[in-house]
């Protein structure tokens, strides 16, 4: 039988199990091979998804950066007719998570790759910021360096107006205050943002402003997981 490898998310705070559909244990029962972002944590979410599982009869990889021994391993998994599940830490493998690297050669070794519906914070924030849904971007972390920060927030807020779309970007969370900072020093008072944080958890917040609005009352977001949406448009 040729190889199936599935897509499996996990859920993004420990208290959002109730964001994960019941049928994804049931693919991840159907795999002999898990590639995991975090091992560690992997088997915790496993355990707690399904207490019965063994997670120990499953062979374990972990992903990194997909270097050429994971490749491998991946590829002789494919051979043998082995189903593959592929876990990020949190949310969707792929989407700005490891995963794509391995997913391009199960496509190559023309196996089946089935995508397993989950949480994603960019979607999810997307979905709640009120902005376009029609036209968007996601650009990952923006520069470090405060002169390439500023360029690359310009030219977003620039593209954004001109193309009538969302832009969305992330920040390591011990910087989210200087990232918020940099944007209500540099965007026009008009351009509207959204902040998304702890998406799923108890705590989750979710508000829409323009720059104008965000400066009469600054969030505190450091070492909080939180994704920014930039609309200039119309």
């Not at 397993?116 to 923006?142: N, T």
């Not at 030219?155 to 992330?170: A, C």
């Not at 965007?187 to 104008?212: F, P, R, W, Y």
């Amino acid at each position: 039988m040729p190889s199936t490898v599935y897509l499996v998310p996990s859920f993004l705070t420990d208290e959002a199990k109730h964001s994960i559909p019941l049928y994804i244990m049931e693919s991840v029962r159907q795999c002999q091979v898990i590639f995991a972002e975090n091992e560690r944590t992997t088997r915790r979410f496993l355990k707690s998804m399904d207490a019965s599982v063994v997670i120990d009869n499953f062979e374990w990889h972990t992903i990194h950066k997909a270097e050429n021994e994971v490749v491998e391993a991946f590829t002789q998994a494919i051979r043998k007719g082995q189903n593959i599940a592929i876990i990020s830490e949190a949310g969707c493998p792929g989407i700005a998570d490891p995963g794509q690297q391995l997913v391009a050669v199960a496509h190559a070794l023309k196996c089946t790759v089935r995508p397993l519906v989950g949480p994603s914070s960019i979607v999810l924030a997307l979905m709640a910021s009120g902005m376009s849904g029609q036209q968007f971007e996601f650009v990952g972390y923006l520069p470090i360096d405060n002169t390439e920060r500023l360029k690359k927030i310009k030219e977003l807020e620039i593209h954004s107006q001109k193309n009538n779309s969302t832009k969305i970007f992330i920040e390591t969370p011990y910087r989210n205050n200087q990232l918020m900072a940099s944007l209500l020093q540099h965007c026009q008072t008009n351009t509207k943002l959204c902040v998304a944080s702890n998406i799923t958890g108890a705590d989750e917040q979710i508000h829409t402003k323009s720059v104008a609005d965000w400066k009469k009352s600054l969030p505190e977001l450091h070492k909080v997981p939180a994704i920014f949406l930039l609309y200039a448009g119309q």
